[in-house]
């Protein structure tokens, strides 16, 4: 058999075994040898996991990951941000000093404060603690261990406990949002309908019809917030997030959609100055004419793809801060989205001007920063520890990212990445009868 054709059985299916979708999730949670994606109120608690529990759920990442990356394909990007090298790095990063500050996070609030700030996503709009938060936390900084492990830089059976501190801490926050079940989004059917039906019925009492020149704004609007947070973010879609799809009355469904725009994290976050934190848009469709799934990142995928040709009603909030109360959650009107549009198209070009000045390097160094505050830094922010994470180094880069760095910048990347991310090696197994002291 040829390389080419190997490499292509591992994109149609994943070890050349699990297809993508629905199907794929059926068939390795089968063969997993305890139902260890799923949660429940005892579980989520325990310190210590066995072989079995560890290796189904990273047996399950995997898949999980593959079928994300194969979904991910045909994401755009702007072509002046090194992307897939700063999250490469980033994910080394992440293994190397996420541990620590999750320790640090669980030992100030514990194990229910824990689950209580995951129930955020189900009773707020425009927040970063999040479906997407949920999944990323945990697997990124795991597929981390597995460059790590390729790499060379230690054996797949060292740092244990720090393996099942991230697991568990994925599984508290999946628990706390959820409640029990399936803690990744395809175990669940590519549904994120994770908002409390109260907050949800008060968010679609307020759309309105859109027909004509009024949906074409709305989607100038969608169009123009979704890219400046997407730049923002360097490249990525940190500053986005879709939950749903929500059945309604009438055949019809909604997507409500979260679109990071003053988020002063960074230090090219000017470009936002008079922007509010956050918009978020409810998006109603008629179901049968439009069908949706959303993926781990909050991503929406649709059938037709030109779903917006479809969209009936809409209505556009804003949350002027990142804690702004939800009770302060006030309806844009069309002045002020066309003010907003203006703004974020304004912005982006800021932001593209400000990316030409740097060296490839240097935004190499911004996207690490991005990526790695990105799936802490808000829960850091709630519960009042981010500026001790950042005095005790978060953003420090580790010595095992540093020694990556040449590796996974230059053009012998795909050398690491391809069996990493296609062929399963990113999330290598465990067993404990084989440690050495």
Partial sequence: MSDEIDVQSFLQKYKGRYPQGIEGDRQIRQDLPVPFIETTDEDVRASGLSD???????????????????GRASEGESGLIPRQEYETVSFVQQ????????RMLTDEIGVDGLLELARTSRREVGTKINVTRNWAASVCPILGRGIAVDL?????????????????????????TWGGGPGFVSARGF??????????????????????????????????????????????????????PYPLPDGRFAIVRDHFLNETAY????????LPYCVTEVLVFPADKVTATVNEIMTTF???????????????????????????????????????????????????????KKSRDEKIRDGIMVYTREFLQSHALRVGLWDKFVSEGFDTMHADAERAWPVLTSGKAAEVLTPVLLFGKGFPTVHKENQTA
């Fill in 52 to 70: 079995d529990q560890v290796n189904s759920w990273l047996d399950y990442a995997g898949w999980n990951l593959w079928d994300f990356i194969l």
């Fill in 267 to 274: 230090p090219w976050s000017g470009v936002a100055e008079g």
């Fill in 152 to 176: 060379g830089f230690h054996r797949a059976e060292e740092r244990r406990e720090d393996l099942e501190e991230l697991i568990q801490f994925g599984r508290r926050l999946q628990h706390g």
């Fill in 95 to 102: 293994w190397a000093n996420y541990p620590r500050f999750i």
């Fill in 191 to 244: 549904q994120v309908p994770v908002l409390d039906e109260d907050v949800l019925t008060t968010l679609v009492d307020q759309v309105k019809p859109l027909e004509g020149p009024d949906r074409e704004a709305f989607r100038k609007f969608n169009a123009k917030t979704e890219l400046f947070g997407f730049m923002l973010h360097y490249d990525c879609r940190a500053g986005m997030g879709d939950t749903g």
């Fill in 302 to 356: 649709t059938k037709p793809t030109n779903y917006l040709d479809f969209l009936v009603e809409g209505v556009a909030f804003a949350r002027d801060t990142i804690d702004t109360p939800m009770s302060q959650l006030r309806v844009l009107d069309d002045a002020e989205m066309e003010s907003i549009a203006q703004k974020c198209q304004k912005g982006t070009m800021e932001m593209y001007k400000t990316l030409a």
